[in-house]
């Protein structure tokens, strides 16, 4: 049966499938549907004393602040409670939402998911590597969820494979045959010359890269059927990039907290779901402070105090990130950043690695348990807008050791 699609409007959609803008019609009117829907005030009081009049209640502060508290470990849900006797607009009860992220994965479960890989990978000669890593992302994002639902992860082995051949045969195989030849010359400023340029080259490719995972991996994720994306240019970031590097060396690293809030600025409002974008509104000056504190105190505390900076750093990029009219809030501490990494390391080296998965699921629960998003936030409305990527990128930052944030 031919309808029109929901999101574009084309006049037949065969199968349940837009041929020209790609988007699931069943899987999108059920979500839109989803996001419209007004959340449910909890029930009034059914005990009221009959001899004496009840007094009226004290309308609720709507967009009052509320105290911060522990990131709950269960499933999200609304923390507004109605007080008057008619219920409030679904507008002002999602004004005064607080939102959790959660996480439900166990580390059982991916353990079995990594000796079938590693399996798999010996058995194949390494190829099934590509097809184990999308195991893994699958596995992992499929745990989070938002509003009791879950996220997906849409990449596939193939395309990882295909990514690894390009980058190998456009930046690896290159940079490997000009040393070869360098060193098989035998002339030592020949030698000298191929190192610069293979060092100008991976330098290069480093932003390039980070911004093409970062493209990739986006896309290839969604939630309640609507898909984020990714669109940065390359080279903005390469200029920032090199900016920074120099700067850097030139003023002995304390230009490292402009960079890292230029960065987050240039990833995050570049980012969108659907075809709203996430923003960021941080500054690199309000880190310079806590920055040079911890440098005067690595050697007097032995680097222990990085957690801390860590930790009011990670909060600082998530308190500043927001989406449409809603906020992100980090709850994360130096001490229990400190706490969750003793234990992480001391699992590694007790089991002589084999604790990985528990350790990767230990990780990401607390990072989640940290999160919160604060805010009005209206869902209705948002549509898919998807974007065309390669995992190139993803395939060139993992060559490179180039890290974007995800697995």
């Known amino acids: 049966m031919a309808t029109a699609c929901p999101r574009c409007g084309a006049p037949a959609v065969e199968r349940d499938k837009c041929a020209q803008c790609g988007v699931v019609a069943s899987v999108y009117t059920a979500a839109l549907e989803k996001m419209r829907r007004a959340p449910t005030p909890p029930p009034m009081p059914s005990t009221v004393r009959a001899s004496t009049p009840a007094a009226p209640p004290a309308p609720a502060r709507l967009g009052a602040p509320q105290p911060a508290r522990p990131v709950p470990s269960g499933p999200a849900a609304l923390a507004t409670a109605v007080m008057t006797a008619a219920p409030a607009p679904a507008s002002a009860v999602g004004a005064s939402a607080s939102r959790r992220l959660t996480f439900h994965g166990s580390g059982g479960t991916l353990f079995g998911i990594y000796v079938v890989n590693i399996l798999l990978t010996i058995v194949t000669f390494g190829f099934y590597r590509f097809w184990g890593k999308v195991r893994v992302r699958r596995f992992l994002l499929s745990q989070a969820a938002f509003e009791d639902d879950r996220f997906a992860y849409h990449g596939t082995g193939k395309e990882l494979l295909l990514g690894f051949v390009k980058a190998l045969l456009f930046v690896g195989l290159p940079i490997t045959a000009l040393n070869t030849a360098a060193r098989l010359s035998g002339d030592l400023k020949i030698a000298i010359a191929s190192q610069v340029v293979t060092y100008l080259l991976v330098f290069t490719f480093i932003p390039i890269a980070m911004v093409g995972a970062r493209r990739y991996r986006l896309s290839r994720i969604s939630w309640r059927g609507i898909r984020f994306s990714f669109r940065g240019r390359a080279w903005a970031f390469v200029r920032i990039f090199m900016l920074a590097s120099l700067l850097n060396v030139v003023t002995l690293t304390l230009y490292y907290p402009f960079f890292q809030a230029r960065q987050q600025r240039f990833m995050v409002s570049n980012s969108h779901f659907g075809r709203r974008p996430f923003r960021f509104d941080g500054r690199g000056r309000d880190l310079f402070g806590p920055y040079l504190a911890a440098l005067l105190l690595l050697v007097p505390t032995l680097g222990l105090y990085l957690f801390w900076f860590n930790a009011r750093m990670t909060r600082y990029l998530w308190d500043h990130t927001s989406f449409e009219t809603a906020r992100f809030r980090s709850t994360m501490t130096g001490g229990a950043l400190l706490a969750q990494t003793l234990v992480n390391v001391s699992m590694l ?11 990767l699921i230990r990780r ?37 050791g180039a890290d974007v944030g995800f697995v």
């Open 349 to 359: 080296i007790l089991t002589l690695g084999l604790a990985w998965p528990w350790v």
């Open 364 to 400: 990401t629960r607390f990072e989640f348990s940290c999160l919160g998003v604060e805010g009005p936030l209206d869902l209705a409305g948002i549509v898919q807008e998807p974007q065309l990527a390669t995992a190139t990128g993803d395939a060139l930052s993992s060559l490179l």
